[in-house]
């Protein structure tokens, strides 16, 4: 039996189809996504992977149709297991949390599409309707709030735009002896080159971090990172503007491309989320179980 489609919780891809005069919705797809062969496509079909826009599977043969709103299931061929646990916290009718660690994205994007946390934990708990409230990097480890009732979900989705969540994070850098502290950091942040990293440039600020010393040993600290927005890799590019990148950060301050190494992950740690529930007033605090060792 196929699971009906709901786009909140990411499991599909959606595709227009463009104007064109293919017979079928297979030729079209064929023409416009060349990378994929059609035999892959024809498997799709046939495992009711491609569903019409009420998330109904449908045949190779369907007629084409201009504008025909599709979904479909990204899916990487021989994908490459990713070894490493992630921990369900806390589970009940509205919320999910889990600690995820270094090196597993959040959702499927790039080559990764069932090594990430979102389809595992929807594996796990049997709940297609998983959504991620926030995000945090594929490098970064800790604490990760889902969705688990869309008729609730929007109510926990604005605590994060109206800046209603406390984040703490925790990371291990360079000693600082210069500077003081709890300091705060504030720039604006745009795309770089690559697309993926971001940068410091003039303008009006747009990210804003207090940072504390939570401990010192010897050349390396372990700080206390309070992110007050959330732009992408914000504490790994203000630490960098510091003067202390974050031990083995593959992207700041210098870009390495290299494998992925399981025994030097990046020592940046989503430690603990705080928020009055939305829905009870109640105080809710949630604190990682993992740890960032020297």
């Keep these: 039996m196929t699971t009906p489609f709901d786009p909140a919780h990411q499991q599909a891809s959606t595709v227009c189809l463009p104007p064109g005069n293919w017979a079928t919705v297979l030729d079209c797809l064929c023409d416009h996504f060349k ?3 059609r035999a892959q496509w024809l498997d799709r079909f046939a495992r009711g992977r491609v569903l019409d826009a009420a998330g109904k599977a449908i045949n190779a043969d369907l007629p084409y149709r201009r504008g025909m709103r599709l979904h479909y299931f990204r899916e990487v ?35 990764y599409v069932e090594q990430t946390l979102l389809r595992r934990l929807i594996r796990r708990l049997d709940n297609p309707h998983l959504v991620p409230l926030h ?43 210069l ?12 795309h770089g080159e690559p697309f993926f990293r971001m940068q410091e440039v003039p303008g ?23 992110p007050v927005t959330g732009k992408t890799h914000q504490l790994r590019v203000h630490m960098a503007a510091l003067g202390a990148a974050i031990c083995n950060d593959p992207f700041y301050p210098d870009l390495r491309n290299e494998e992925d190494d399981y025994q030097r992950p990046l020592k940046l740690l989503a430690h603990s ?20 060792d020297w």
């Excluded at 009718?93 to 090196?103: M, N």
């Excluded at 709890?182 to 942040?189: E, G, K, M, N, Y």
């Design 77 to 111: 061929p021989n994908e490459r297991p990713i070894p490493v646990q992630e921990t369900i916290l806390h589970v009940d009718e509205h919320l999910v949390v889990a600690d995820k660690p270094h090196f597993l994205p959040v959702t499927p994007t790039g080559e």
């Design 204 to 226: 009006a600020d747009n990210s804003e971090t207090l940072a504390e010393v939570l401990e010192k040993n010897g050349e390396l600290w372990r700080y206390g990172l309070s």
């Design 273 to 292: 989320l705080r928020f009055a529930d939305p829905l009870t007033g109640e105080g809710r605090y949630f604190e990682s179980r993992l740890s960032l």
């Design 135 to 177: 995000r945090i990097d594929r490098h970064t480890a800790g604490l990760v709030l889902f969705s688990a009732n869309p008729q609730t979900r929007s109510a926990y989705q604005r605590l994060f735009p109206e800046r209603r969540i406390g984040k703490r994070y925790q990371a291990i850098a360079a000693a600082l002896p």
């Design 35 to 37: 990378a994929i062969e």
């Design 179 to 190: 500077r003081e502290f709890p300091l705060v950091h504030t720039s604006r942040l745009v």
